[in-house]
């Protein structure tokens, strides 16, 4: 997933201007909290550093795109301390503008903080963007929206809606994420009548989800085998079959088990670019837990080593 980019060396990061964003709303840890051990962490950086503090999602690609742009100018870093919908609109702000993205993970599941290795905590991911040097990563695209670990459309915006309002009632965390998803998975029934092109094939699905990722831990995590997909910097996509609320609970219960490869319910395969086209002239795409409205036909993608990432540094 990711390739060596040898033109800086830690001691040259470790002098540059940090710019951390911090979204207030991402994870269930104390926030106030979260900031003091980034800025401790940070007191140590050789170079200027800043946390800004958002309280309105909305207002985080804004405020992140100034950084980036001042970043731009300075040879500086911006930072997403939040979950992987924060991480990913940062990252979109930093994907061809030479400036790296450093990330602290504050979300609920932050696979993309754990696939490139960096720490879980904020001291040790605040310490990693002095210390940690820039690789190249791959990311996915649909129309021209960017996500790092994954992006589909059908029973999964069910899934996001449910866990939001439910989240909204009982907290954020693990448990209420897990189990607001299968309520949604269960109650599911929608059905897209749609044409994939992928691979110089096109083929016609009726399908309740088309699910494109760019994570192989999250895959090998459901023992996939389409894990392999995304070490070669490819899109693993699954496409749902229609299925029963019995089916349904079937194939939980074997992703459950890991044992969910070759499932008759799922089709999966491998692609560089695919393209779905549906009778709707917009449908809703999740990309990195956030719902986005998308024009249809809906054309995903991977860019290899488009976006630069703080990670520990190779050892010696």
Known sequence: MTEPLVQSSPAQAAARDITVILNLGSGSASKQQLREQIEQALSAHAGSWRVIAVKRGSDIARIGAEAVEAA????????????????????????????????????????????LNIPGD???????????????????????????????????????????????????????????????????????????????????????????????????KLALEIARCTEEDRLAVLVLRPASPLGMLRLLLRAALKTLDGD????????????????????????????VRCRTPLRFRVERSALQVIVPPEPQ
């Open 72 to 115: 731009r100018r300075n040879g500086g870093i911006v930072v997403a301390a939040g979950g992987d919908g924060t991480i990913g609109t940062i990252a979109s702000l930093c994907c061809g503008s030479g400036v790296p993205l450093g990330i602290i993970p504050a979300g609920t599941f932050n696979y993309f903080a754990r696939e």
């Open 122 to 220: 904020a001291a040790g991911a605040a310490t990693l963007l002095m210390t940690g040097t820039p690789r190249r990563v791959a990311v996915g695209f649909v129309n021209d929206r960017l996500f790092l670990v994954n992006a589909s459309f059908g029973l999964y915006s069910k899934v996001i809606r449910s866990r939001e309002q439910d989240v909204s009632r009982f907290g954020r965390s693990r448990i209420v994420a897990v189990l607001s998803a299968l309520g949604a998975l269960l109650r599911g029934r929608h059905r897209y009548a749609v044409r994939i092109s992928a691979n110089g094939v096109e083929q016609v699905r009726r399908t309740a989800m088309v699910f494109a990722g760019n994570s192989s831990l999250q895959l090998e």
């Open 264 to 291: 008759e319910l799922l089709e999966a395969f491998c692609a560089d670019a695919f393209e779905i086209e549906t009778r709707r002239r917009y449908v809703d795409v999740v990309a990195d837990g956030e719902i």
